[in-house]
């Protein structure tokens, strides 16, 4: 099994970077298109829809991607904010207390909706940062692998304190804290790195300001949370991982939940920094 996930690791790794610094728009797009298709196909399968309903759910999203993707084009900006505020809101103002109550839903049409406000957002915001600068996107993504890596190695480590045992047992606040330090850690120096705007990551933080911190922050607790959200969705199923497309790492909801709920923030940031 590690052989498998070093193995697969090391794929991904490797045609992300090919894909993020080497295809032209057009393929990205349709890559990420692919990886959101994937989810959704993973997702209907959490919602524990028949075979034939999933497919159709599978169509559904890429149909209303398109939509999405034909109303930007008289004034782009203006949807994309209402979709990652859509999104923000989703996961600040509703997630939480799903969490908290520990909520089981039922309805098939609000397991649906809630599918397309995980995936979609966090498909337009991978594909709009990349448009920032492929360097810009993959800075955004390491805060949600370093924060993931070392919230789980604290918790090996050190971790007594549950964060939630009954959505997901193996993690600890004390790897909570571990990833906010390393991911404060990863702020400052890049702060320090560039901070004056020599190229396209130093304008991303130098644009930011005072906000650049509290941002990276910001996507700590919003991708313990895209974690812990995956979760639950993956326990009310009675399953351990969303599939098995990727040997050794279960399915493309299990390694993009995090970024779900922190890239359309980013976006969103980016966007209204202009």
């Not at 728009?25 to 990886?35: C, E």
């Not at 991607?65 to 999104?87: C, E, I, Q, R």
């Not at 957002?121 to 940062?129: R, V």
């Not at 549950?162 to 400052?188: D, M, Q, R």
């Amino acid at each position: 099994m590690l052989r498998a996930r070093i193995l697969t690791a090391a794929v991904l790794l490797a045609l992300l970077g090919v894909l993020l610094f080497k295809a032209s728009p057009v393929v990205w797009q349709g890559a990420i298109l692919v990886v959101a298709l994937g989810a959704s196909w993973e997702w209907a399968g959490l919602a524990r829809f028949p075979d034939v309903s999933r497919g159709v759910y599978v169509l559904a999203t890429a149909g209303l991607a398109g939509l999405l993707s034909w109303a930007a084009v008289p004034d782009s900006t203006a949807m994309l904010k209402v979709l990652y505020a859509v999104s923000m809101l989703f996961w600040v103002g509703g997630v939480p207390f799903w969490l908290i109550r520990q909520w089981r839903v039922e309805s098939p049409a609000m397991l649906a909706l809630t599918g397309w406000v995980v995936i979609l957002p966090a498909g337009f915001a991978l594909i709009d940062l990349r448009m920032a600068g492929p360097w810009v996107l993959l800075m955004f993504m390491t805060v949600v692998w370093l924060s993931d890596t070392a919230a789980y190695f604290v918790g090996r480590v050190v971790g007594q304190h549950k964060l939630a045992p009954v959505i997901s047992p193996g993690k600890t606040w004390e790897g909570v804290a571990g990833a906010f330090a390393v991911v404060l850690i990863y702020a400052v120096t890049l702060w320090q790195w560039d901070a004056q705007g020599k190229d396209a990551i130093g304008q991303v933080i130098h644009a930011t300001g005072s906000g650049w911190i509290p941002l990276l922050l910001a996507m700590t607790v919003l991708g313990i949370e895209g974690d812990l959200f995956e979760s639950w969705i993956k326990r009310c199923a009675g399953v351990k991982d969303s599939g098995a497309t990727l040997p050794g790492h279960g399915g493309i909801l299990d390694r993009i939940d995090a970024l779900t709920a922190t890239l359309p923030l980013v976006a969103l940031m980016l966007l209204e920094q202009g």
